[in-house]
């Protein structure tokens, strides 16, 4: 009995402002509030509020049965918060069903696993203390920043004690290999390894409303079709994508409201396939094997590695200047600095600083708030520069102490 | 005078230079009619009477001489300006928003010939009406319009000679990669003025040297020191009291060298890490250099800004150090006077005409890096000599006004006119 496994990633960054040479060492408002707002209000109006509606009813409408899973990066939250405290009360509603999954990340959705693990469980220790906070769940289900994985990153995650992980199962990984069923990690002491179907959840975000598919318009019929095809081989089908392909990737006008409030009925035409949450498909289903993912993997892009972010020497040097000033950050123990510090390590600043420039450079154009990767670098080097200023001003408390290690990780 | 532009519509230096020698003309009683190809705003100052050129006929007239071939344009402007009848319409005067518009749009697309012919074109109805003794000229964008009206004053029984001034030549900007059609241009504009104006010797000899002009047919004028009043103090800048800061400030295009700014910010930090390098301005090369930065390692040592305006430039200048022009062909380079007014020391290519004015600026090949990174490091951490060069640099700018040069040209008008003319009145 096959189970559709929904994985929703909800996410906004803190943008910069234009940061010019001149405020270096006078303003410390590195992030435009009046943006960010704006963008927060349109993308809650367009997407958060009718998507949660919609998922809300479904919950409603079949108890027990329609089950889906989210990760809210702790500075959306945040950004929730402040700016429309509706749509966080609206996932607390959908908390409260017990039909969904909070799934903990990154508290700054940030690359940190890449560079710095300490820092790295530090952000994630965050995230779970703000779920817990805000929904009153603890996850066990992590999946790390753009579903970037490695063996080295799943170590460090199940070593937190995380039961399930999240990640995409591309072609040049899995081979001949199918994500339709439950994995190991390479070096795994338990812990379960969910594959993205990325064919099947892409043909929602990405496809659904493009006329020059072969397939458009997509029903929920022929999906439905699809998706029951696995039947007799395989336990899961992992539809992961973006929360805001529905209403704000995928406008209101293409019927993606619609496909999404008639595919749960779709899907149960053949009553051998139900919905699960990550958790209960980690425990529902044996593992087949493990799979050995050394280099880093995500699903972003058509390389579905690290290059969206990564690669380029304004997105390295920039990023190496990040955690380079890691140490001086934390010994200041101010939680602002801190927190300031944080935000620029959100994946997506780098994500602005990309040059490839065929298919995917557009991708990297519609999300990004900069008029060219130029802009995003320059920008950044001038908050950081500003940054190292603070720091030299900023008292460092723990220059006389003995080192403190960051109490994170939890070693059985 | 035919200018390009004019401050606080500029994008450069020769609308800076163009207001400061009216400036400096008006000051001693010069009336100045100057016409610019369009006029974007009002402007804060009137000491001379402002024409745009693409206000002055009809749609119609635009939107036919706009449908011509190249050639058929050609032809039209040279017989207006070769020829002996003046079409009664040209004089007409109608400002409307539709022409301007033509013109917004032509600007960018049109060819060099094409909009120096339509200028010339303008030129002709211009030059039909007032009274004026001599047509002055800047840059190759303004050389036929100088001959279409110098035509025009002889047709009206006017004896008003032709002078050309070089600001810049297609050679300073592109060096051998030149626009052929511009270089067209200059050759034939440089040939038929009466007379030839070069910002420094440097540019007298490029003129010489690649337009086949006389060297006896060449005066130069010095630029004056941009504003005749001190810069707005700034209070001193977080970053300057923590490191020793070095500034580009210009087009970041192949004229200005800006890449050899980069490779000198990489030359200066391998020795000395702590300065810090600030590039400021915009132009084909800017993503180049930004990219290049970032490979040589210069994250952290290199800051980058667009284009500053105002009190913002001041401000740049004060922040640094050492300003530095790398110049590969600088007929002048005005922004180095701009830095010394504010109290900052200037490194300069030897490949520029400011490097003439000046014994207190340091000089180097704009190729020869082991020489600038030397002469930088030297001023950054040698307080002394940085006050000296700064002090000497200020003192040799008090001979630079742009009186000064307005006095020079007077004397160049007088050369050129006829000996009974006693109070000129100029154009």
Known sequence: MPSICFYFQVHQPYRMRPYRVFDIGTDETYFDDKLNREVCRKVADKCYLPTNKTMLELIKKHPGAFKISYAISGITLEQFAEYTPEVLDSFKALAATGQVEFVAETYYHSLSALFNGDEFRSQVKKHVDSIKHYFGVTPTTFRNTELIYSNGIADMVEDMGFKTMLTEGPDHVLDWRSPNFVYEPWNGRGMKLLLKNFKLSDDIAFRFSQKSWKEWPLTTEKFAKWVHSINGSGDTVNLFMDYETFGEHQWADTGIFDFLRHLPEAIWQNSEFDFALPSEVATKYPPIGKVDIPDAISWADLERDTSAWLGNPLQDSTIEWVYRLGTAVLETEDEHLIHQWRKLQTSDHFYYMCMKHWEDGDVHKYFSCYDSPHEAYVIMNNVLTDLEIKLEDTPKKKVHEAPKKVPVSSKK | MFGWELPPFNSGGLGTASLGLTQGLASLGTDIRFVVPKLFGPLPYNHMDVV???????????????????????????????????????????????RRQLILDGEQTLSPNLQANWYAHQAMQIASTGEYDVIHTHDWFTYYSGMAARKVARSRGMNAPFIAQVHATEIDRCGSNGDPAILE?????????????????????????????????ISVVYNGVPTQKEPKHFDLHELKKRHKIVLFMGRITYQKGPDYFVKLAKAVTD??????????????????????????????????????????????????????????????????????????????????????????????????????????LTVLHNQDHAEKLKKGAMNDLSHLSWTHAAKSLHNVYASLMPAEMAVPIFN
């Not at chain 2, 040939?191 to 047919?217: F, G, L, Q």
Request: hydrophobic share 40%.
């Open chain 2, 185 to 217: 241009i200059e050759q034939k504009g440089l040939a038929a003025a009466d007379h030839v104006i070069a910002v420094s010797h440097y540019t007298k000899e490029v003129v010489h040297k690649n337009y086949n002009v006389p060297r006896s047919k």
């Open chain 2, 271 to 376: 020795v000395d890490p702590s300065v810090r390098f600030v590039m400021v301005g915009t132009g084909d090369m800017e993503k180049r250099c930004i990219e290049e930065s970032a490979r040589l390692g210069l994250t952290g040592k290199m800051l980058f800004s667009t284009f500053l305006r105002g009190a913002d430039v001041d401000h740049a200048y004060q922040l640094a150090d050492l300003f530095v022009m790398p110049s590969v062909s600088e007929p002048f380079g005005i922004v180095a006077l701009e830095a010394i007014q504010n109290g900052t020391p200037a490194l300069v290519s030897k490949q520029s005409g400011v490097a003439e004015v000046s014994e207190h600026l340091i000089k180097t090949d704009f190729w020869d890096l082991n020489g600038m990174r030397n002469a930088v």
């Open chain 2, 52 to 98: 745009s050129a693409a206000d002055i006929s009809t749609p119609e007239e635009v939107e036919k001489f706009l449908k011509m071939t190249s050639t058929q344009q050609e032809l039209a402007t040279r017989t207006l300006a070769y020829g002996n009848v003046l079409s009664t319409s040209l004089t007409k005067t109608v400002g409307i928003d539709e």
